[in-house]
């Protein structure tokens, strides 16, 4: 938690910035969680909840997120006001170098806080 406090911290004092959250669904979805972790997964939520709501208070900071795995994002992350938005990307094509933002972006599905 004291990781995504200090990213969204670090993103206000930078705005205007984008804060980018790779592998989003890493995350977990609390409707899934089973086991001794659940309460921890659920202030871990939580806290991200907190910090994406906050952002629409604070011009300038657009929060951005990247997955393979859109369907293990926790509801409550892609409802509105939140990371509501998305862009889904086929697979690259040899006509792309390996390394250009366009193959990386083909590889991913984008999620956009407004």
Request: some cysteine.
């Amino acid at each position: 938690m004291k990781a995504i406090c200090d990213a969204f911290a670090r993103a206000r004092a930078k705005a205007p910035c984008i804060l980018f959250i790779d592998e989003i669904y890493g995350i977990s979805d609390r409707a899934t969680i089973r086991g001794e972790y659940v309460q921890y997964w659920t202030q871990v939520v939580n806290c991200l909840l907190e910090h994406l709501a906050g952002v629409k208070d604070q011009p300038g900071v657009v929060v951005v997120a990247a997955t393979n795995h859109p369907d293990r994002i926790d509801a409550a992350v892609r409802r509105a006001g939140c990371l509501d938005r998305g862009s889904r990307s086929g697979s690259p094509t040899r006509r792309r170098s390996p390394g250009s933002s366009a193959t990386i972006l083909a590889r991913t599905r984008l999620l956009t806080h407004r």
